[in-house]
């Protein structure tokens, strides 16, 4: 089954500051890779998600890119962090059936 | 946007008592998705219903689903202390890459 990596698992950043947070899979090839946040006691926002190497879709306007190298490497990146950036960034890749497997996450304050 | 709700926001019970957890959306799907998430931890697949499907078992998992109220529920049955976490549902509707829209999330807490 796949396996999720993400670093670092915290994150503190200024305001201002870029930020690069990676994903990386394990167990399978060419999957969908998803990018999500989670605001503190609330549930998960779909910001990315991509289908291929070099192929991103966005669902929300934001302050946030992503890029997608390698087949099994998935990277959110900002120019510039928000305060509004702040949260609990959790990537996911597609698995059997429509399932979802996750990563453990990253929790990035921006202050 | 959330199309998900589940229902209550949080639930505390004791120990080896049963949790129901709901969930309504809002348009029609090809299947819903229960998740269950520890503190601070990415979210771990539970249990997966067809919307052809109208109740699944895993373990003490019981799934039902009705798609004329587009609602579903979860009960876990003789509750522990490890099963303390939040709960969501995630319906697939079918908008290409097999996206999840994730619902707000139930949070459970198993009183020993």
């Known amino acids: 089954s796949q396996t999720i990596h993400q670093w670092p698992a915290t994150l503190v950043q200024p305001v201002g500051s870029p930020l690069s947070l990676e994903c990386t899979v394990e167990?399978?090839?060419?999957?969908?890779l998803y990018w999500y946040r989670q605001a503190a006691g609330r549930g998960l926002q779909l910001l990315f998600y991509?289908?291929?190497?070099?192929?991103i879709s966005s669902e929300v306007p934001q302050n946030l890119s992503a890029s997608r190298p390698q087949d099994r490497q998935f990277i959110l990146s900002s120019k510039k962090l928000l305060l509004s950036d702040s949260g609990f960034y959790l990537c996911?890749?597609?698995?059997?059936?429509?399932?979802?497997?996750f990563g453990p996450g990253t929790r990035l304050l921006v202050l | 946007s959330q199309q998900g709700e589940e229902d209550p926001q949080a639930l505390s019970i004791q120990e080896g008592e049963n949790a129901t957890m709901n969930c309504s959306y809002k348009?029609?799907?090809?299947?819903l998705q229960w998740y269950r998430q520890n503190s601070g931890r990415g979210l771990v697949h539970l249990i997966l219903?067809?919307?052809?499907?109208r109740e699944k078992h895993s373990g003490r998992l019981r799934v039902t689903l009705d798609t004329s109220k587009k609602s579903s529920s979860l009960l876990i049955t003789a509750s522990r202390a490890a099963d303390t976490a939040s709960y969501f549902c995630?319906?697939?509707?079918?908008?290409?890459?097999?996206?999840?829209?994730f619902g707000q999330g139930t949070r459970l807490t198993i009183n020993p």
């Open positions: 348009t029609s799907i090809n299947n």
């Open positions: 167990g399978t090839s060419n999957p969908n």
């Open positions: 995630a319906t697939d509707a079918n908008q290409g890459a097999q996206k999840l829209v």
């Open positions: 996911a890749c597609l698995g059997p059936g429509g399932t979802q497997y």
């Open positions: 219903i067809r919307s052809n499907e």
């Open positions: 991509s289908v291929g190497i070099g192929q």
